[in-house]
Nanobody, 123 residues
Framework: QVQVVESGGGSVQAGGSLGLSCEVS????????IAWFRQPPGKERERVAR????????RYDDSGQGRFTISQDNAKNTVYLQMRNLKLEDTGMYYC????????????????WGQGTQVTVSS
């Protein structure tokens, strides 16, 4: 059984930093994809970054480029998302998602999800 558990998040002022953690268990495939998505209020869920556990490659989508860093602690089966210089538009629910093999861009390509954690950026 695959489990995805996020932690972190919270409230921060614009320009500040915040870190999220995602612990994934039960994925037995040798190559998996762990991704962070976010869903701003009233908007669709969008991917911000992903990590491929097979080759260690990372990819940042438009919303995560330049200010977000995704990394993995393999020993802890944990993927992190470090966010800096946060902006008001970064506010939303952040979700960690996992999939075996291919790293898709769309949310429906990930069958395993965490419960989500709220990030609120204020002025």
């Amino acid at each position: 059984q695959v489990q995805v558990v996020e932690s972190g998040g919270g409230s921060v002022q614009a320009g500040g930093s915040l870190g999220l953690s995602c612990e994934v268990s039960g994925l037995t495939h040798s190559r998996n994809c762990i991704a962070w998505f976010r869903q701003p209020p009233g908007k669709e869920r969008e991917r911000v970054a992903r990590f491929n556990t097979g080759d260690g490659s990372v990819r940042y989508d438009d919303s995560g480029q330049g200010r977000f860093t995704i990394s993995q602690d393999n020993a802890k089966n944990t993927v992190y998302l470090q966010m800096r210089n946060l902006k008001l538009e970064d506010t939303g629910m952040y979700y960690c998602a996992a999939a075996r093999g291919y790293c898709g861009l769309q949310a429906d390509q990930y069958p395993y999800w965490g419960q989500g954690t709220q990030v609120t950026v204020s002025s």
